[in-house]
């Protein structure tokens, strides 16, 4: 597939500024990352620290005013969700978007911040077994496989009274994770797709051929794998101001400067040609999919649409293998 490119909303940072009415703004910007000729539009989820609107409520809204983007979450938290509901949550998304829907998840990893982990009581690995033992369960019933649904964790016989996706097996499920070795076997063995936030070129292209020998090794086509990468970007005149306007944005958003950012999540600041630089060495480490958090309070309209003119006509046109 040829690389696409797509923007994570700004749902937290307008439930900063309008608490009581993020949800229109929302809306229409969805309908303007369509329109700039963005690849797909995505939300983020926080449960209890980072407030912002309902993500699967979200989507539905975005996925009535769009018409060809692949709509998303990045990441949404499973653990936190009852598997059951989240089926059904996952099942209405696909039919209401046509098919659209990409479920990136993620197991809510530490931010150096207050976060939600906090209130999960479950170890990590526990979160790990949960989630993969759920979408496991997912992807029987909506294979139409015979799979017993009672596992370590759940009980999930019941997903087989639910309705179908419009998507034939359902929708994508992406794996939000880096390339920690457990991570790429998991992503390879039953994912749709990888999405890592901290990694470098070098690391993503290891990383990836891991992914692809351990789908090999169970049997599964790697190339049905879409490998993306979840980045934070600020556009400036130069590389100072871009860099400049991440550190204001971290320290407002985190109360860390972007130093401190940059050990957990990828960061960019700069001009769009050296945008395109550097997303091009994920690319030609095998990425295939890029999504986009534009790090603004205050230029949020002018960095989208700067990208959207000229950086993804840019990204769209490049050659791959």
């Known amino acids: 597939m040829n690389p696409e490119i797509g923007v994570a909303l700004p749902v937290r940072e307008l439930s900063i500024l309008r608490p009581d009415s993020a949800a229109a703004p929302l809306i229409k910007l969805a309908q303007q990352v369509e329109e700039l000729g963005y690849d797909s539009v995505w939300v983020g989820d926080s449960f209890v620290t980072r407030h912002r609107l309902e993500p699967l409520t979200l989507l539905g809204a975005i996925s009535m005013v769009t018409k060809n983007v692949t709509i998303g979450t990045a990441a949404l938290t499973a653990v936190l969700r009852e598997p059951k509901t989240l089926a059904h949550a ?16 993620g197991m809510g990893e530490p931010l150096p911040v207050n976060n939600e982990s906090d209130q999960v009581t479950m170890s990590y690995t526990e979160r790990i ?24 964790y759940y009980n999930l016989s019941e997903l087989r009274l639910q309705g179908p996706p419009m998507t034939p097996g359902g929708p994508g499920i992406w794996l939000a994770s880096n390339g ?14 990888w999405m890592p936030v901290h990694i470098d070129a070098e690391q993503y292209g290891r990383s990836l051929q891991g992914i692809r020998q351990a789908a090999e090794d169970a049997g599964r086509d790697p190339d049905l794998i879409v490998p993306s990468l979840y ?14 306007a991440l550190n204001e944005y971290t320290t407002r958003y985190y109360q860390l400067p972007v130093t401190t950012m940059a050990n957990y999540q990828n960061y960019f600041g700069g001009t769009e040609k050296e945008m395109i630089a550097f997303l091009r060495e994920y690319i030609d480490a095998g990425c295939r999919h890029i999504v986009l958090r534009i790090n603004t309070f205050t230029d949020y309209d002018r960095i989208l649409t700067t990208i959207g003119e000229n950086v993804v006509p840019a990204i769209h046109k490049l050659e791959v293998d």
């Open 90 to 105: 996952m099942v209405t998304l696909d039919q209401l978007s046509g098919g659209r829907l990409k479920m990136g998840l």
């Open 129 to 152: 077994g949960r989630v993969d033992e759920a979408i496991a369960a997912f992807k029987a019933v909506w294979q139409g496989r015979d799979d017993d649904l009672k596992g370590a």
């Open 180 to 193: 920690k070795p457990k991570a790429v076997r998991r992503t390879g063995t039953m994912y749709d797709g």
């Open 231 to 244: 980045v934070n970007v600020n556009i400036g005149a130069d590389k100072a101001a871009g860099e400049a």
